[in-house]
């Protein structure tokens, strides 16, 4: 076992541990993990925790009451996770993004046009009323959901980026 892969599997524990009403993952999902190597993503989606290894198999574990646990089986191969207050979001292989979970303000219903994706964003501050961002494969920046702050106003201006991260509203 890596350094990289140790590392990564205790992180595993220490994030469900210290999340809100989460259960610390059980010996079997700690093994799973550190078995598959995970190292392609872990995120801390309070209070639920996902999981993408580097087989591209998404597990989550904790609460659940809007089904943002549920991966839904036509998602594998993924090659990257975001994980909202109630929503989850995996980009897969061949770069579409799929959603689940709490849709309340929109931020599961990704624009029909969004194309290939390399990253995806949903701030968990945001919580109820959630904005998505996604970075396409071509630099441009993409944002759906909740707008009551402007958060999904992309500049026209803003021109082609490399990597996007979003806070929440309060």
Known sequence: MTNLTRSFAHSISVFAARAVSAKRPSVA???LCAAQACALA????APAVAVASDAGVVIGWGRNDYGQLNTPSDVGGCIAIASGWQNTFAIK???MVRAWGNNYAGQCDMPNDLGVCTQIVAPVADSYYGHTLALTANGTVRAWGYNGEGQCNVP?????CRQIAAGGTS
């Open 42 to 45: 872990v995120l801390l989606a």
């Open 29 to 31: 999902t700690r093994a």
């Open 93 to 95: 292989a061949d770069g």
């Open 156 to 160: 026209s201006d803003l021109g082609a």
